[in-house]
């Protein structure tokens, strides 16, 4: 048998109809129970007392089980502090016929393997986010309320979410209640993900696919003979995903009576939605109508960037080396395609705006496990200089905090050039370092968009240093479409990957404004440059 660490649960359920949703599938409620039921045995398991669940990170919903299969959950303490303790929790399905096996992701001490001191080392960082994620929220919160140009404004077909609100009652009877004589907490969180389904439901008038939880925390405890009261509303849409935010508070007889019920939990649930042909259904832009709605609105994007910023920190998903190898044989072909390459992730479709600003607007792209940035910058100078100093990369420490050094160690032709490029240590890592190939493009004569490309390469002659820690970049650029014959708009684009990742999110507890500030001196620098010709 497998060796079991201490500290680990593993509990075994088949999937029963009673346990499936209405397509067929084991519902999230039942499962958010029963990995509430091993994250506490496990706890008690290490710390020999009674434990109750405190909080929940982000959860990802990257598999399902359906009727008939069988559900492994793993439960197992990552790391111990003062009064609380991080567990992590695995899930596998498998096929009783087939014997396949599959892991459903749930993102959220004695050390066995080099893997179990990875997570002990990232449960601190994951604490941290944890942490920080209230203060993170309200800065964005305070930094979204100095711009009157809400985001909806800029589309039609917008829709209100008056008519998604829900609200739930529940008496909590003794089987709801666990070993201590409190209300179970899976029992609340499987709760609070059925009113959601509904809510979400009213909007996309299909079957709504729960796609993440983002951080439940409980606030209080409620007990036998309690009423909960379930409400939910959607928050906001994001092209093929929306967010229902529900709110948990809790009466006794007496505060029943009073009207006056105590707040013990609240949550933000994502959505996916699929038509008849299993395809994504596409949500239509929302219209804040009150001041509760422009709340709302806002904290659904502050929210959606704080699970940027953090993903890599929660997830530690390992970096896969993805660069290739520089062939002076191929340079004609290597820089077309480093060229294109930015064209196409440019060319996508599914950008979502994320912050707008005078001068400065910041879009996102997420496609399975990668994210992309593309940050749009007004400036009031011609396009042809703009593109000279961009193309320049040894002037990039000029106006990037993000970058230290930057020198030409290969000068391939007048328009490739490779750089050799440092960083700053962020988070207490060791520096990063990089190889890149800069491929640039003017326009063609019936065209106005300047390119600047950037792609990791593989150089021998530049082999990774013990000082730096070797990273990489997948496809990263300036697109520069002149406006008129003074000013032009600076699009930047990033596939951003798991090294570069702590740049971009600023610190651990979320998308600071990190990107904000490097794009307003990016311009400074490009508007205050002379023009030598």
Request: glycine residues 6%.
């Amino acid at each position: 048998m497998e060796r079991q660490a201490p500290g680990e649960v593993r509990m075994s359920r088949a999937v029963g109809p009673a346990h499936a949703n209405a397509r067929g599938e084991l519902g999230a409620a039942q499962l958010l129970r029963w990995i509430d039921a091993a994250a506490c045995l496990a706890a008690e398991k290490h710390a020999g007392v009674s434990c109750v669940t405190a909080s929940v990170d982000d959860i990802q919903f990257e598999e399902t089980a359906r009727v008939g299969q069988v559900i492994t959950i793993k439960a197992k303490v990552t790391r111990a502090f003062s009064t609380s303790m991080e567990i992590s929790i695995k899930v596998v399905v498998q096929d009783v016929f087939t014997g396949v096996e599959k892991l459903i992701h749930l993102k959220p001490v004695t050390l066995l393997t080099e893997q179990d001191h990875v997570q002990h080392n990232l449960a601190s960082e994951r604490r941290k986010v944890r942490l920080q994620h209230e203060d993170t929220f309200k800065n964005l919160m305070k930094e979204s309320s100095r711009f009157d140009d809400p985001i909806w404004r800029e589309e039609d077909g917008t829709v209100s979410t008056r008519g998604t609100s829900v609200q739930s009652i529940e008496l909590v009877l003794p089987p709801h209640a666990n070993h201590h004589g409190n209300t179970f907490g899976g029992q609340i969180m499987a709760w609070m993900e059925t009113v959601a389904t509904i809510s979400a439901s009213r909007l996309c008038r299909a079957h709504p696919l729960l796609k993440s939880v983002d951080m439940f925390k409980f606030r209080g405890p409620s007990t036998v003979g309690d009423r909960l009261v379930f409400n939910a509303i959607v928050n906001n849409t994001f092209q093929t995903c929306l967010e229902v935010g529900v709110r948990v508070e809790a009466f006794d007889c007496q505060e029943w009576s009073e009207g006056q019920g105590r707040h013990i939990n609240s949550a933000f649930l994502i959505y996916n939605a699929v038509n008849d042909k299993e395809e994504l259904v596409t949500f239509p832009r929302i219209k804040p109508m009150s001041k509760d709605d422009f709340r709302r609105y806002r904290g659904a994007i502050a929210r959606k960037r704080i699970r940027l910023g953090r993903k890599y920190v929660i997830s530690h998903k390992e970096e896969i080396p993805f660069c290739v190898h520089w062939d002076t044989g191929k340079q004609v072909a290597l820089s077309h395609g480093n060229v294109e390459a930015l064209k196409k992730l440019a060319a996508r479709s599914g950008w979502e705006v994320i912050s707008a600003a005078e001068k400065i607007k910041i879009y996102t792209l997420e496609e399975h496990d990668i994210l992309s940035i593309w940050v749009e910058k007004h400036v009031e100078r011609p396009a042809h200089l703009v593109y000279h100093l961009l193309s320049d990369f040894t002037k990039r420490p000029l106006w990037d905090p993000h970058c230290t050094s930057c020198e030409v160690i290969e000068r391939v032709s007048e328009d490739n050039q490779i750089y050799y490029i440092t960083c700053p240590v962020v988070n207490g890592d060791k520096p990063k370092d990089f190889v890149v190939l800069v491929s640039r493009r003017r326009p063609l004569e019936d065209r106005k968009t300047f390119s600047v490309a950037a792609k990791s390469v593989i150089l021998p002659s530049v082999p990774p240093s013990p000082q730096y820690m070797r990273s990489e970049i997948r496809c990263a650029g300036f697109l520069i479409c002149a406006i008129d014959n003074s000013s032009c708009t600076v699009s930047y684009f990033n596939q951003i990957s798991a090294s570069i990742s702590s740049y971009f999110a600023g610190n651990l507890g979320g998308w600071s404004t990190s990107i904000e500030e490097t794009a307003a001196s990016c311009i400074r620098f490009l508007e205050n440059a002379v023009d030598d010709g």
